[in-house]
């Protein structure tokens, strides 16, 4: 079944794993979500003996690169990336994830969709020789792509149809609460998926008395804090999966940012414990 990971940055807070590990499991978080960036610069054996000592699952990381934009930051990533691959795969992490942008200044659909099929073609060839899969996250509110000049995927076909046009098999979806809703998904669409299809999930709520077309990617809310997103809909469809991946709280509220890390992950914890289904403590 899946189980609670943390990841830091989500709740707005920069911290090393080495220095939030014992905290995260002091509050009942049973995984991890690394920072590349930061977390795979320590040594090796000590982010695995803490993981050890903690019992924290190494849930996934972010994906390192940006793909979207300048061809030779791409290509220097992807040099990197094999490095920060076999790291993960030595601490058990089988996951990494990253979004898709549902628009583009300037190439059209199809030629944005040609950009992200070629490079996240490599990318997952990289990861999957690790073990690692990738799972990829659109990205729907109707606010992002307005006034842009070319709309981009931004439902979960479409993220299956880029999925399958890459045609690796480490390549996944993450799936997110707030994106699932204003998408218009609904519990049905759960059965376009398998379990292994999902390398992540994230959770959170919606700022209540906003319309849909009106909400805001980086507004949200903590879990069940205005019952605007239906979450007990959104994990009845994981367990329907067999999901037993990381389910991760995203909320994006600056508040917690502001808390100290130990009292932010706390308040996190309580309000997911709120929603979270009786059958899967």
């Known amino acids: ?75 220097e990533g992807l040099l990197n990336l094999p490095v920060k691959a076999r790291y993960a795969r030595e601490l058990g992490i089988t996951g990494c994830a990253t979004w898709i942008l549902p628009f583009h200044d300037t190439l059209d659909f199809e030629e944005n969709y040609a950009l992200h099929k070629e490079r996240l073609r490599l990318v997952c060839e990289v990861l999957q020789d690790e073990g690692i899969r990738l799972g990829l996250e659109f990205v729907a509110p109707e606010t992002m792509r307005k006034g842009k000049a070319h709309p981009f995927i931004h439902t979960l076909g479409g993220i299956l149809n880029l999925c399958d046009d890459i045609d690796v098999n480490s390549c996944g979806v993450l799936l ?13 669409d759960f059965s376009r998926l398998m379990g292994q299809d999902v390398v992540c ?74 929603v979270w289904p009786k059958a899967s403590n």
């Open 1 to 75: 079944m899946f189980y609670k990971a943390i990841q830091p940055g989500a709740i707005g807070h920069s911290v090393q794993f080495l220095n939030a590990a014992a905290v995260c499991k002091e509050i009942g978080y049973e995984g991890y979500w690394f920072d590349a960036g930061q977390d795979f610069k320590a040594d090796l054996s000590q982010t695995k003996d803490l993981l050890a000592q903690t019992g924290l699952k190494a849930a996934g990381f972010g994906l390192p690169l940006d793909f979207r934009r300048d061809l030779a930051a791409f290509e």
């Open 201 to 274: 999930a994230h959770v959170m709520d919606a700022p209540a008395g906003v319309p849909d077309e009106d909400q805001l990617d980086n507004v949200r809310c903590l879990p069940g804090a205005t019952g605007v997103l239906n979450l007990a809909e959104f994990f009845a469809g994981l367990s329907s999966l067999a999901y037993d991946g990381p389910v991760v709280v995203e909320p994006f509220e600056p508040r917690l940012a502001r808390l100290p890390f130990k009292e932010a992950a706390r308040e996190v914890m309580g309000a997911l414990e709120k």
């Open 176 to 188: 997110d609460a707030y994106h699932w809703h204003l998408a218009g998904q609904t519990l049905e």
